[in-house]
């Protein structure tokens, strides 16, 4: 056994079902963390961060608008307007609650939540901002255009999946980013006009 997984079993002691099933997931992806295909689809979630996610939004926008395509310039307008509101339902849990990242949790054998001071990003696990942008974008594109589902949902569950694979987010860390991406999604469909 590895120091790591010793620091995951000691970490799991004090903790409750939710958090145990999450270090034991954790443990369990120590077997594929260093595949090749969880780096290369890791290093493509990276498209779901903030900025990508805000460049295609824009560009969706100013595309639509450019050549007089209402639709198009309309999903631009929902995936920004989603996207945002999910970062920042995503940025007030995390300044409320610290959580330790997989990887630190496998280096200091502890898992503590706490209230939320720090700015450390090993220590800012809860909810995964990737999982929240991934999935509000993606329903506001199929809000649109439903026949993309399968691709932005493949796509948003890929980015959202191979968190936990390469051990930067907890599973419920996944669940909480997704339920606030599709919950901002729903609030901005509630605002906007609704497809023809």
Do not use: W
């Not at 620091?7 to 958090?19: F, L, R, S, V, W």
């Not at 007089?68 to 920042?88: E, N, Q, V, W």
């Not at 390469?166 to 909480?176: G, T």
């Amino acid at each position: 056994m590895t120091e790591e997984h010793r620091n995951i079993d000691k970490a799991a002691e004090d903790c409750g079902p939710i958090t145990r099933a999450d270090l034991r997931i954790v443990k369990a992806a120590d077997a594929i963390a260093d595949a090749r295909i969880v780096q290369a689809i890791g290093k493509a979630s990276e498209l779901t961060d903030q900025p990508p996610m805000i460049a295609a939004s824009l560009a969706t926008l100013i595309a639509g608008l450019a050549v007089r395509r209402p639709k198009l310039a309309r999903t631009g307008l929902r995936m920004l307007a989603s996207h945002a509101l999910a970062t920042g339902f995503k940025t007030l849990v995390k300044d409320r609650i610290d959580r330790p990242r997989p990887s630190k949790v496998e280096e200091d054998g502890e898992h503590q939540v706490e209230q939320g001071e720090s700015k450390d990003g090993d220590d800012r696990s809860l909810p995964s901002g990737h999982s929240a942008g991934a999935t509000a974008v993606a329903r506001a594109i199929v809000r649109e255009y439903p026949r993309a589902a399968p691709t932005a949902y493949t796509a948003s569950a890929l980015a959202m999946l191979v968190q936990v694979a390469r051990k930067a987010h907890f599973p419920s860390d996944i669940l909480v980013g997704f339920a606030m991406g599709l919950a901002a999604e729903a609030v901005v469909s509630l605002v906007m006009k609704p497809p023809r």
